[in-house]
């Protein structure tokens, strides 16, 4: 085209490389979007570690899921969810594909990874109790602390059948601490021996924070989030059930003594047995 740098021409090439610009910002977005996970159950956990930390192990032991388990690194690529009914509760675990040293400045679709942690309600740090596991644990740690501000975190130390395992225990034990992890709840587990099976289930149910809380009909619990009133209770049961709620008798860690009558906005606890009045 003549002049095609000025004049209408010109107009024309600004609009499409403009279009082409705007375009491909647009396509690097639903990119990412690609890597969000959907929320389902009562809390999402990110299962976060680097390559063959034995996140893939974790899940499949957990929840039964046919997750690709590789001795190679990157099995896992895209994030994947599953969900693990613990006591009742329905506990939504998404394994985030393997953490490598630069995450932060993008390395290995970092920032997509970090988003993903982000988007959590809690999250469990997996690392491999082998060889140098308190370095790896440090290098995970400054990758993502800066996604993990202000989340609910729970540590698991795999393989702890390994042969020098626990070895390497006193290490990682020293290299928390430095890093201010000291009292982050942690378990020992091995997908192999079945060992620390309850330790990680305890972990779940704190990072999860509901509460169980039985109804005289009815021997399966309801969960609640932690916190949950009476009131919340009956909306819970039936959403009409919340308006002509007016008191409730209490049995268990909430109630002062067995039976106890209290008010719609009395807070339950988890185990508690309740039989609403309305
Ligand atoms: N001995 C032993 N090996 C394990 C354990 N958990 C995972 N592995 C192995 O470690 C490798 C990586 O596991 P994977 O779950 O895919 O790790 P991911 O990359 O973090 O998802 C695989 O070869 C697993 O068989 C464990 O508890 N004990
Ligand atoms: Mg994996």
Redesign the pocket.
């Known amino acids: 085209m003549p002049g095609y740098f000025q004049g209408p021409y010109g107009e024309l090439r600004k609009w499409i490389v403009e279009e082409i610009e705007r375009s491909s910002i647009r396509d690097s977005v639903r990119h990412m979007d690609a890597f969000a996970v959907k929320k389902e159950g009562c809390c999402q956990v990110a299962v976060v ?1 680097l ?7 974790i899940l499949k032991w957990l929840t039964g899921r046919q997750v690709v ?3 190679y690194a990157f ?2 690529l895209k994030p994947v969810a599953s969900i693990y009914v613990l006591q009742g509760a329905q506990v939504q675990l998404v ?1 985030v594909p ?1 953490m490598i040293e630069g995450a932060r400045e993008g390395k290995g679709q970092g920032k997509a990874l970090l988003s993903c942690i982000r988007n959590a309600d809690a999250v469990l740090l ?1 690392a491999a109790l082998g060889p140098g596991a308190a370095r790896a644990l440090s290098t995970l740690w400054n990758e993502c602390r800066a996604a993990l501000a202000g989340k609910e975190m729970g540590i698991a130390l ?2 702890c ?2 042969a020098g395992a626990a070895g390497e225990e006193i290490a990682v034990g020293e290299a928390l601490e430095d890093l201010g992890l000291g009292t982050c709840p942690r378990a020992r587990i ?3 021996s079945g060992e620390g099976r309850k330790d990680l289930d305890e972990i779940l149910w704190r990072l999860a924070k509901v509460i169980r809380v039985y109804c005289r009909e009815s021997g399966e619990p309801f969960i609640l989030p932690a916190g949950s009133t009476v009131r919340d209770l009956a909306r819970t049961i039936h959403h009409d059930l919340e308006a002509t709620v007016v008191q409730a008798k209490v049995t268990g860690p909430s109630a002062r003594f067995a039976g106890q009558s209290v008010g719609s906005d009395h807070v339950l606890r988890d185990t508690d047995r309740v039989e609403i009045r309305t």
């Open positions: 570690g390559p063959n930390a034995g996140k893939s192990s388990v590789g001795d099995t896992t394994e393997g997996a795999t393989k059948d390994l091995s997908v192999v």
